[in-house]
């Protein structure tokens, strides 16, 4: 492929990338490291460098929006960013001595793990919390917004904190390992743990996965994993995905979200635990 289409497929393919990931938290990575992997042919330490970048890109494109619509919680966010960035650190450090097949079968694995829990609660509109969980009310981990699809106000409090605490540094450390903003992980800590709304945790993810990217990024310049040919692309697209991401999440339900997520975390799982085992996969 020449060089120009190759670079003109990868902003393209960004674009779309970085609307999935502002729509869903996912902040793009999850997306696009298998892409740029198995239909690109980058290294897979490269494309996890790239990802990084974009990950950054997502969280600074969606989040500005979904604060001034009320979604994102900077409370909670800044909270579990303590356990997330400890995670990030701790798994950026393993990357040199863990093999890529490894890799590969870790992500395929927790993400086949957040299929089953999606599935589980799929139709669910607003949670329904499990008490006054102390922690919650200490750190007044709590909120509201205007749900346009619900025509209604939404307030909501955090349950479980601890079990959540525990999930999100799980979701550093696969941040860290795998070059991705581990949102699907940090969606779902917030959403099955926590029992928060669906769109407050895809909004409150996209704040949260930047700063957990930038906290495993310097390690990944470091060893030399950011290439500017792949990364200038990926970033460029993921920030115009992500604008038009945004836009269109508010409008939709909480139920609708989880449908959109469950295929693609459904494909990329198997297709990453096939590729971890060394069966190749389109």
Do not use: C
Request: aromatic share 8%; hydrophobic share 55%.
């Amino acid at each position: 492929m020449e060089q120009w289409l190759f670079l003109v497929a990868i902003l393209g393919t960004s674009v779309v990338a970085g609307a999935i990931g502002a729509i869903l938290g996912l902040g793009g990575g999850i997306v696009l490291v298998p892409i740029l992997s198995m239909f690109y042919g980058v290294n897979l330490r490269d494309a996890m460098g790239a990802s990084i970048i974009s990950v950054i890109a997502t969280s600074s494109g969606a989040a500005a929006a979904y604060l001034r619509s009320g979604l994102s919680n900077i409370r909670i966010g800044l909270f579990l960013a303590m356990a997330t960035v400890s995670g990030a650190i701790a798994g950026a450090t393993l990357v040199g001595v863990v093999p890529e097949t490894v890799l590969e079968l870790i992500l395929g694995l927790a993400l086949a793990y957040s299929t089953l829990v999606t599935l589980r609660q799929l139709n669910l509109e607003i949670p329904v919390g499990h008490g006054d969980d102390p922690l919650a009310m200490s750190f007044e981990l709590e909120g509201a917004y205007y749900d346009t699809g619900l025509d209604r106000e939404v307030k909501y409090r955090a349950a479980r904190v601890r079990s959540g605490l525990a999930a999100m540094f799980g979701a550093g450390i696969l941040s860290g390992l795998l070059g991705i903003g581990s949102g699907a992980f940090k969606v779902l800590a917030m959403d099955y743990f926590m029992r928060l709304p669906m769109k407050v945790s895809t909004a409150t993810s996209n704040f949260m996965i930047g700063i957990t990217a930038a906290a495993s990024a310097g390690i990944y310049f470091h060893r030399g994993d950011l290439r500017p040919l792949i990364v200038t692309p990926v970033a460029l697209g993921v920030l115009i995905g992500a604008y038009l991401g945004t836009r269109l999440m508010t409008r939709l339900r909480n139920a609708t979200l989880r449908k959109l997520f469950l295929p693609v975390i459904l494909y990329l799982a198997v297709s990453m635990v096939l590729r971890g085992f060394g069966v190749p996969w389109p």
